[in-house]
């Protein structure tokens, strides 16, 4: 894989002192979150908050339907919607995977497409929820600016939102901003479907019918399902299953709960249902997953 160290070794030098365990690690400014991972993990479900991912070192390899999309130095990710997908970590304890994470905040995007205002007409064809951009000269100089700041409290208190900010506005201007600024103009299918994406994260626990979904879109049946597999490379239901069982994990994993109560917090009805679903997407009983969790946190 084709990587930049002109990009990457600025980006390692300041990302480095500030994290000193493997995970995340949060900031004092919200949005912005450090990332560390001193071993490879093997291609695995997960689901990122819509956000920005830039890889100082190390790369990922994220698997999105039949899609493939690398990221490390050079590039960076774009994830416009909270969607599962598969992901493989690259890493070493000779070459950890450093990298930041820029949460994005619909008021903030919406703010700043208004400033920008309209675009051309190249803007209208199909956004794509989750894309590597080449990192630009001017995304460059606004992470590097973001990750000196964090490393003076006087700076993050003055200037941290706005460094924020300059980030978040090189991405609306790179080739992802069409899906960005789907997020927030509520315009056409892509829209629709993102506020449909929205309810199931708000109400993935309760009974959900793909006819209810298609009415909420204002489409037919048909029409929503072939929008929704575009934009989420999974039918409803398909999406909806691989949702409740990433909420599950990270309930038995983070919080700590037990199965029973994971299977009944994210919808649930019969807990053998919910251990067999599990197994067969993360490779391991939940039981086991959580023992192994707890061992390795533990350690």
């Known amino acids: 894989m084709q990587v930049s160290n002109a990009h990457a070794c600025p980006l390692i030098e300041l990302i480095a002192p500030l994290v000193e365990r493997d995970g995340y690690t949060p900031t004092p400014l919200s949005p912005v979150t450090l990332m560390a991972v001193r071993r490879p993990v093997a291609r695995t479900p997960l689901m990122y908050e819509p956000s920005l991912i830039i890889v100082a070192q190390g790369y990922k390899i994220g698997h999105l339907g039949d899609r493939e999309i690398h990221y490390g130095p050079g590039q960076y990710l774009v994830q416009t919607l909270p969607l599962p997908f598969e992901c493989e970590t690259h890493a070493s304890p000779e070459s950890p ?142 999406y909806l299953k691989r949702l409740r069982l990433i909420k599950a994990q990270q309930l038995l994993v983070q919080e700590a709960r037990n199965v029973n109560q994971a299977a009944e917090a994210v919808g649930y009805r019969s807990v053998s249902q919910f251990s067999r679903d599990y197994k067969r997407c993360f490779g391991i009983s939940p039981l086991r997953h959580r023992k192994e969790e707890r061992a390795l946190q533990a350690t």
């Open 97 to 238: 995977l450093l990298g930041v994470s820029i949460r994005l905040e619909p008021a903030l995007l919406g703010e700043l497409v208004t400033a920008m205002g309209e675009r051309d007409a190249d803007d209208e064809k199909a956004p794509v929820p989750m894309a590597s951009v080449s990192m630009t000269d001017g995304m460059q100089g606004a992470v590097v600016r973001l990750l000196r700041t964090l490393h003076d409290p006087a700076e993050i208190a003055a200037m941290g939102a706005q460094r924020v900010r300059d980030v978040v506005f090189e991405a609306l201007r790179g080739e992802q901003g069409p899906a960005l600024r789907a997020l927030v103009q509520h315009q056409g299918h892509y829209s629709r479907i993102v506020q449909v994406l929205s309810h199931l994260h708000a109400h993935y626990a309760e009974e959900v019918s793909v006819e209810a979904l298609a009415r909420q879109a204002n489409m037919s049946p048909s029409t929503f399902h072939q929008h929704f597999k575009r934009v989420a490379q999974a039918s409803p239901l398909q």
